[in-house]
């Protein structure tokens, strides 16, 4: 091996890698020690390496899908912008045509690897068999620049969908040579793939990074999760990954339910909230009677003072209710309180939407909120499949549990 390698212990006698017929210079194959099943401290690796290449594998699978989605659609607009103005004079090679003298030599590499990939059968499927399916990133941006005058009424400014293109160059060099991706490259990828992807025209589909950022894995195996797209010890570990900015900025509609709403009350402020009631947000709260006898019960549960939970609940029902009276539209600001067990608290935002992001938290009998297990779920149906029917996931569920206990309760004046 080169400098630096690993050296390689002698073999034994009459070893193939130690006989005498062995001519001078060559390289002994040696036989592995015998170590009680391990391959030896020089070669092995411990949790902490496992973990990093299981983080270095994610990592660059996540970034994989995205620039594999971004590729598929950018060849798909090359086609459909450049081949009606070659196809009809130069045929199969109007690729060949487009990329004219400048691209010359990585068109003719491309055609080169087409033709390598029909000799020994690489193509698996007869779509990818022409010479586009074989430009890399890179060149696809190459024939967009080369003819900018057929794109341009289809883009608003052409800076913006280079300067998305440079910040993926980063990771698809990373990425294609297998080497660690950090976390901050990684989402700045996601956000660059997210906006070129927008730009591209994508549809409706196109995963959006304004609340909660799309993984592309995600979109891929969700359904094995149903709409859990995340799942956190505790809420403050969701508040580290997700402030309550992130979840309830922005918010076309807020439903809440729970006992106190703490995740809300006490961590966005009520010129926050007046502000995103005042932008057109509807809200609805829906808190635990701090009268009722449920109070009670859960007080003893959690062995807390007599009437201090009650307390807690009435004071964040007055805040509430100090920030609807300073709203234009009350009647866009809604409490009202229930009287039954609490089995769950939820927050669903925009949950009426496609893009509906819920925050689930079930009651344990010896946890307060903060210590509870918190699943995020995603609403709409990206996660469905052709031959599914109705909703997918346990969104939909918590929806109809809010609408039902919301039908059930009581305004608060």
């Known amino acids: 091996m080169g400098a630096g390698g690993l050296e390689l212990p002698p073999g034994d006698e009459g070893h193939e890698g130690n006989s005498a017929d062995v001519p001078p210079g060559a390289v002994s194959l040696a036989r592995p020690m015998d170590t009680a099943g391990s391959i030896g401290p020089e070669l092995d690796w411990d949790a902490d390496a496992w973990h990093e290449v299981r983080v270095r594998a994610q990592r660059a699978g996540r970034a994989y899908i995205w620039l594999n989605l971004v590729e598929q659609r950018l060849r798909a607009v090359v086609a459909a912008v450049l081949r009606p103005v070659y196809e009809p004079v130069h045929g199969d090679d109007w690729v060949v045509a487009a990329a004219g003298p400048a691209g010359q030599e990585w068109v003719q590499r491309a055609v080169a690897v087409r033709e390598v990939s029909r000799r020994k059968g690489y193509l698996l499927d007869p779509a990818d068999d022409n010479v586009l399916s074989f430009l890399t990133l890179p060149q ?7 003819h900018w005058p057929c794109f341009e009424p289809y883009f608003d400014e052409r800076r913006d969908v280079e300067l998305a293109l440079d910040e993926l160059e980063v990771t698809r060099n990373v990425v294609s040579r297998n080497r660690a991706l950090s976390e901050a490259v990684l989402n700045q990828a996601e956000r660059a793939s997210a906006r070129l992807l927008e730009m591209l025209g994508a549809g409706g589909d196109v995963p959006s990074a304004r609340r909660l950022p799309v993984d592309a894995v995600e979109d891929l195996v969700a359904d094995r999760y149903a709409d859990v797209v995340a799942v956190h010890p505790d809420r403050v570990r969701l508040m580290r990954q997700f402030p309550a900015e992130d979840l309830f900025g922005g918010a076309r509609r807020l439903d809440a339910i729970g006992i106190g709403l703490n995740l809300l009350v006490q961590n966005f402020s009520g010129r926050r909230l007046v502000r995103l009631a005042e932008s057109g947000c509807r809200v609805r709260l829906l808190f635990l009677n701090p009268a009722s006898s449920a109070v009670k019960r859960r007080e003893r549960e959690l062995g807390m003072k007599r009437g201090e939970l009650s307390r807690s609940v009435e004071m964040n029902i007055l805040h509430m209710r100090r920030v609807r ?45 903060m210590e509870s297990p918190v699943l995020v779920l995603r609403g709409g149906s990206k996660v469905l499949k052709p031959d599914d029917m109705g909703d997918a996931g346990i969104f939909p569920t918590y929806r109809e549990e809010f609408e039902l206990s919301w039908a059930d309760s009581r305004p608060v004046s």
Do not use: K, N
Not at 140 to 146: I, S
Not at 329 to 358: C, H, K, M, N, S
């Open 325 to 369: 009276s300073r709203l234009r539209d009350p009647g866009a600001f809604e409490i009202q309180v229930y009287d039954e067990t609490p089995r769950f608290t939820a927050y669903l935002v925009d949950g009426d939407g496609a893009d509906g992001i819920a925050v689930v938290q079930s009651y344990l009998r010896g946890a307060r909120g």
């Open 140 to 146: 696809l941006r190459e024939l967009m620049v080369q």
